[in-house]
């Protein structure tokens, strides 16, 4: 079998929750890859709703099944929260319980006869899971590619425009989340409410409500755009469709088992 990308572009994501199942095995014969976007409920300050991971990982995945016609999952919408804190509203899996549920996602689609699987993460402390997910795929099966990414992990981080100087992860409901969701849900932003938070250097990952009072950390907040938030969100959607589509392409090692 040739694994390919759809030569035409979908034009819409090919959503794989509302295909048959007979729809489902005839397009694994012709486009062999799956997205998995991967969110978080959490606490996004005074501002943002807690599903903010969920709907951008979500939207630039669907985005990018548009442009490639590789279907998408539904999201895994809870993530690895705690160090969140005791702020209110944030529903957290264990890292352990991320591992388990993402391996079975996983080996359930491999059934299906999928052989090239993507997660696409809003949550940056979903990352060691994902990766221990992925390496356990990767272990047990010899005939798969997988890999774990952000949604901005296909262009430089220094390009990305947080008004954020040392963020790091702990970068949260700043000004390029905010104006990312002012595009894509404005009616979910309360931006008379929005709070900045001098971010600072340090060694140590600490937990959210260990180093801000509100949840927020990045400044300038409350300047975030919607125009800002569409060149973001179409530059996340433009690399990430561009990278998985070359990527579903890419040769096989010669010693892989490839899929039959």
Request: proline residues 7%; glycine residues 8%; negative net charge.
């Amino acid at each position: 079998m040739t694994i390919q990308v759809n030569p035409e572009p979908a034009g819409s994501p090919v959503r794989w929750a509302e295909l048959t199942s007979p729809e489902a095995a005839d397009l694994v014969t012709r486009v062999n890859a799956v997205m998995i976007p991967v969110g978080a409920i959490e606490q996004h300050g005074p501002h943002l709703p807690l599903a903010v991971d969920t709907i951008i990982a979500t939207a630039v995945a669907e985005g990018v099944s548009a442009e490639t016609g590789i279907p998408v999952t539904p999201p895994v919408s809870f993530g690895v929260s705690a160090s969140h804190g005791g702020f209110p509203g944030t529903m957290t899996l264990q890292p352990e319980t991320m591992i388990a549920l993402v391996t079975d996602l996983f080996e359930s689609l491999y059934a299906s006869g999928v052989r090239q699987f993507v997660t696409v993460s809003g949550h940056i402390w979903n990352n060691g899971s994902l990766d221990v997910a992925v390496e356990k795929l990767r272990v047990r099966h010899d005939d798969v590619r997988v890999r774990a990414i952000g949604y901005v992990t296909m262009y430089p981080g220094a390009e990305v425009d947080g008004h954020v100087s040392y963020g790091r992860g702990l970068m949260h409901a700043n000004f390029f989340e905010t104006s990312v969701l002012l595009h894509l849900h404005p009616e979910l932003v309360r931006l008379d409410r929005a709070v900045s938070h001098l971010d600072t250097d340090s060694f140590w990952d600490y937990r959210m409500d260990q180093v801000s009072e509100t949840g927020v950390w990045g400044r300038d907040v409350a300047s975030a755009t919607a125009g800002h938030g569409k060149d973001e969100f179409e530059r996340c959607v433009r690399t990430t469709a561009r990278a998985i589509a070359a990527a579903v392409r890419e040769p096989w090692p010669s010693s892989a088992h490839r899929p039959a």
